[in-house]
């Protein structure tokens, strides 16, 4: 998508470093749902030889447009092609490159490979109540929350609710 100040490619053996200095920051897991636990270079390398060979997701580099600087990951997990569907998930792991729209440009980007390249039908995410920031930039790419999850994950000593938030393509054609 021309104009957008990020753009999306595979994620490559290169990218095991910066990766592995995400998975290690406590601090951006409070935003996500899964718990933190700290990871060797070892269990990075692994996870990406193993998520390479998966035809059931798509893991991508977030990219600046201008320098050409990896300052996040995207997912679409768990596709399903006879239901149509898939799980989005989003990080940007550079805390300076945070709230400056380039998630919402990545989102954008994978929500159009997912309807137009890959013919899904829906997409569904998660995200943790009171994450107002998240929900917010996931609006407005579309997505419309679903339902809630009560106390679905455990953070910091307690429970708390998830957000379910989807969108379908013809949504998505509405939207644009």
Same mark, same amino acid.
């Given at each position: 998508m021309s104009g957008e100040p990020v753009y999306l490619r595979a994620l490559e053996a290169g990218d095991l470093?910066? +990766?592995n200095k995400w998975? @290690?920051?406590r601090s951006l897991y409070a935003t996500l749902l899964s718990p933190f636990r700290h990871v060797s270079k070892a269990g990075t390398e692994e996870w990406l030889a193993n998520k390479q060979k998966l035809f059931s997701e798509i893991n991508l580099a977030i990219c600046c447009t201008d320098n050409s600087q990896h300052i996040g990951n995207i997912y679409l997990r768990d596709i399903d092609l006879t239901a149509r =569907? %898939?799980?989005? =998930?989003i990080?940007? %792991?550079e805390s300076d490159q945070r709230n400056k729209g380039y998630g919402q440009s990545a989102v954008r980007? &994978?929500?159009a490979h997912a309807f137009r390249? &890959? %013919?899904l039908?829906?997409?569904y995410l998660y995200v943790i109540e009171g994450n107002d920031a998240a929900t917010r930039a996931y609006e407005k790419c579309g997505f419309l929350t679903e339902g809630v999850l009560r106390a679905h994950t455990f953070k910091d000593g307690?429970?708390? @609710? +998830?957000? +379910?938030m989807g969108l379908c393509a013809n949504e998505a054609h509405q939207s644009r």
């Open positions: 470093e910066q +990766v998975h @290690n920051d =569907h %898939g799980e989005l =998930h990080l940007i %792991g980007q &994978l929500i390249d &890959l %013919g039908h829906r997409l307690r429970f708390l @609710n +998830v957000i +379910v």
